[in-house]
Structures are given as C-alpha cells and as structure tokens.
C-alpha cells in the first residue's frame, strides 16, 4: 500500500495548521487507495540546520536527524499543509525539509496552502523547493482562504468543497507517487 505523509507545516504556538490538517487527514482516510499518517515536524525537535556533512551525501551525526530521516524515508508521498509567511512557507518547514535530501527524490507532493491569498505564493516558493530535491509536484492544490474558510480569520470552517479539492489534489498524489515507487524499485533493481 503506498503511503502518503500528511505534513503539518507550522510550529508556532497557536497555529492554524494543525487543524487543518487533522481535517485533511480525516479526509484522507475516507480513502482505502492509500496509507495516511499525520507527520507534525514540531514532534522531531529540529534545531536550526546543525548537521555538519550537506545532506545530500548522507552522512547523518545526530539522533534528532536519524529520527527525522526514518520517518520521511518511509513514504511514496507527501501532502505539505503550508502557512504562508511573508510570501513563502514557514522558516520551521524550510529548515525541516533542508535537513534531508535522498529520502525526497522520486517522490511525489501536493499541497495545501491558508492564508490571505489562500497560500498561493507559499506553495508557489515550495514547488520550487521540491524542483531541486527531485519531488514531482501534483498541478491540483488545495488553497484555504481566510476570508472563506476560517470564520473571523481565526476559527478553520472550511468552505464544504474544499473537500472535493482534497480528494483531486490526493488522487494526483497517488497516481504519480505509485509511478515513482514503480522508478524507485526499477532503480534499486539496477544498483543490484
Ligand atoms: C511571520 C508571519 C508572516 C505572515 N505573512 C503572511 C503573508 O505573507 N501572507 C499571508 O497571506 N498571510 C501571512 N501571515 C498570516 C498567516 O497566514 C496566518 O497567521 C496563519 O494563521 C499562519 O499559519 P499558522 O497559524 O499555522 O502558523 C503571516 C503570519 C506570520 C506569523
């Protein structure tokens, strides 16, 4: 069964993005194509970037590090549920997702992006990001307005077709994220 993290984006006390990811991955689970888990990157206790080796090659020195690695390692994809902070996503998601490079590529991503205008320019700076650690990004994305889907800016009621967003954004998810463990398993095949 292939398996898809649901990553909550925001560390900050009082966040927005914890409910909202619940709520996609209440969503997700209606689903039987796929595996889901709710990933929260405050649960790692990463500090700033503090490894010493670039992680492209690998060479990991700290258990905070192992841990983080192990989990994202155990996915075909990822559903990133981004804040956006002066127009690009959280300082607390960028430095989690620097901390690891062979456990992205050949993966698959979508994302579902809050804020003023919807998240729109932070998922726009994450699929940039993806770009450079080989992370195949779906086109359909899931945006939360704070004028619709959060009542007084504050409260997350989401508009009732968000639901069917998640579910278009979820099926890209998993039609190229099988694709790619299908690369993935041809690829190690290769190297033996
Ligand atoms: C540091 C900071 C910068 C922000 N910048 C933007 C922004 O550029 N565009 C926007 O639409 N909202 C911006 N906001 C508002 C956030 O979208 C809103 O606070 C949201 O709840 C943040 O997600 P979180 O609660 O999960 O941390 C910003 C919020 C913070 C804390």
Redesign the pocket.
Known sequence: MLRIAIII????P?????A?AKWAYEIAQKRSDAEFELVDIEDFNLPLLDEPMPPIMGQYTHNHTKRWSEKIASFDGYVFVT??????T?GALKNAIDFLYAEWVNKAAGFIG????S?A??VENLRLIMGELQVATVRAQVGLS?FTD?ENFSVFKPAPIQEKHVHVMLDQVIAWGGALRTLREKQAQGAE
């Open positions: 984006g925001s560390t900050r009082g966040r927005k993005g914890e909202v804040p956006e902070y002066n127009h690009a959280s809050y804020g003023g205008v998240g320019r932070a704070m959060f």
